[in-house]
């Protein structure tokens, strides 16, 4: 198979750089080793990891504030002689909202919270848009190091300093950018993830392999298997899992910051991936619904022959075996209306009120920037929907 020869290749040299093209921009990325610098403004941080339980205690014991998810409090408990005040969050979609951010600044208020203070944020993508958000507020601008718990924490969003909140009528409609003065990953931590939890993470890697390159794209298959299960994984793959879905990330955002142009790529299957979240009322992770969505799209560039089939078939492929052993039964799916989905595309924060963009991929590497319009037909979109859900849902019974 020519992902095996093509790995073999250049494993021996995995700081090799590479060019992949986004909207006529040629970006570039190699692998980086930890620790790293990502560039970013105010100031750029760097990312690095801890490996073990004793380096994650002596780091929170030097900090003056904590924010922390309850679930890693009761998995991995505090030292009881902590001096800092401890902020407990529950990570559910409906405390990320600017009421946890308000009560959390009022607490860095009451706990005399400086520009000097070492506060620390540790938990997974809510974690991080809640304290992100209130420490971009909170004198505009208080340092904080994150310590990203959750497979997409770590895989993803700790790099790209965005944090978003929801509202009562829209999730992640208020947006900021706020990057950590550090980010700090703690490997170990990976190993508690539960099995859906992970698979939503490993799904926003798939994402940024697809964005960057075939080689992007065999490098995550090649390492799949030793990563498929956290409980059993391979440190030393995921470590390499994260090097390059980081690097990948890290090209795209130094490019482009602030999302003018090239890092709208990072939609992909976002736009989609939205629309079913929001009609199944939050029941799946959002990388899953995600991974749906880059389906719902590839399946759309199919039929638009936009993406050829033998492209079609090995993401597919792909897809499929991120979904090998994943708990739960997904046929609620079935009961999606692709009308109803392409009626959400309305409320997606892209659009321009009368059009949306659809983040297509002709092959891993080469975007297609599609613009939907609300009045077009949409004939073959939905039939695509429809297409993608069916295949989506067989996946999650037949890789049992
Ligand atoms: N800011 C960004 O750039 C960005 C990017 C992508 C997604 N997001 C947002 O992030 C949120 C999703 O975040 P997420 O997927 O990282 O997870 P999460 O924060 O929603 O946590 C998911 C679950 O995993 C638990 N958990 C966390 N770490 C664990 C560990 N090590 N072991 C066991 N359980 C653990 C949590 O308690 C929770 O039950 C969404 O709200 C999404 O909109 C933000």
């Not at 891993?364 to 695509?384: D, R």
Request: hydrophobic residues 40%; neutral net charge.
């Amino acid at each position: 198979m020519e992902s095996l020869k093509f790995n073999q290749k250049k494993d021996n040299n995995d700081t090799e750089k590479e060019s992949f093209n986004i909207n006529n921009s040629i970006l570039e990325y190699s692998m980086n080793r930890f620790p790293f610098s990502v560039n970013s403004f105010p100031r750029n941080y760097i990312v690095s990891t801890i490996n073990n339980i004793e380096d994650y205690s002596a780091l929170v014991v030097k900090s003056d504030f904590i924010i922390i998810d309850k679930n890693i409090e009761r998995l991995y408990p505090l030292a009881l002689d902590i001096q800092a005040y401890v902020f407990r969050i529950s990570a559910l979609e409906n405390e990320k909202n600017l009421d946890t951010v308000l009560r959390l600044i009022n607490k860095l208020i009451d706990n005399n919270i400086s520009k000097g203070s070492n506060v620390i944020a540790i938990g997974g993508g809510i974690i991080q848009d809640i304290s992100a958000a209130a420490c971009a507020l909170f004198r505009r601008g208080q340092p904080f190091t994150y310590l990203p718990t959750t497979t997409l924490g770590q895989l993803d969003s700790c790099v790209g300093a965005k944090c978003a909140l929801n509202t009562d009528k829209a999730k992640n409609i208020i947006g900021l950018f706020s990057a950590p003065k550090k980010v700090i990953i703690p490997l170990f931590m990976i190993s508690s993830m539960p099995v859906n939890e992970h698979r939503a993470g490993l799904s926003e890697m798939l994402r940024l392999c697809l964005t960057a390159s075939n080689h992007a794209l065999y490098k995550y298959i090649n390492l799949l298997d030793d990563v498929l299960d956290s409980k059993t994984i391979n440190l030393e793959s995921y470590e390499n899992a994260l090097r390059l879905s980081l690097s990948i990330k890290k090209s795209v955002v130094e490019f482009d910051e602030y999302e003018k142009d090239v890092r709208r790529s990072m939609n992909y299957g976002h736009t989609f991936g939205h629309a079913i979240e929001k009609l199944v009322a939050f029941q799946m992770p959002h990388g899953l619904a995600v991974l749906l969505g880059i389906h719902m799209s590839n399946t759309f560039a199919y039929y638009n022959k936009i993406m050829n089939e033998t492209c079609y078939l090995e993401i597919s492929e792909a897809i499929e075996k991120t979904l090998k052993g994943i708990n739960g039964d997904f046929n609620y799916l079935n009961k999606l209306k692709a009308e109803n989905i392409i009626e959400q595309f309305k409320f997606d924060k892209k659009g321009d009120g009368v059009s949306v963009p659809l983040i297509m991929i002709e092959k891993p590497g080469k975007m297609v920037f599609y613009k939907f319009n609300f009045g077009s037909n949409s004939q073959i979109l939905a039939k695509a929907i429809q297409l993608a859900i069916e295949n989506f849902v067989k996946w999650t019974i037949e890789t049992k």
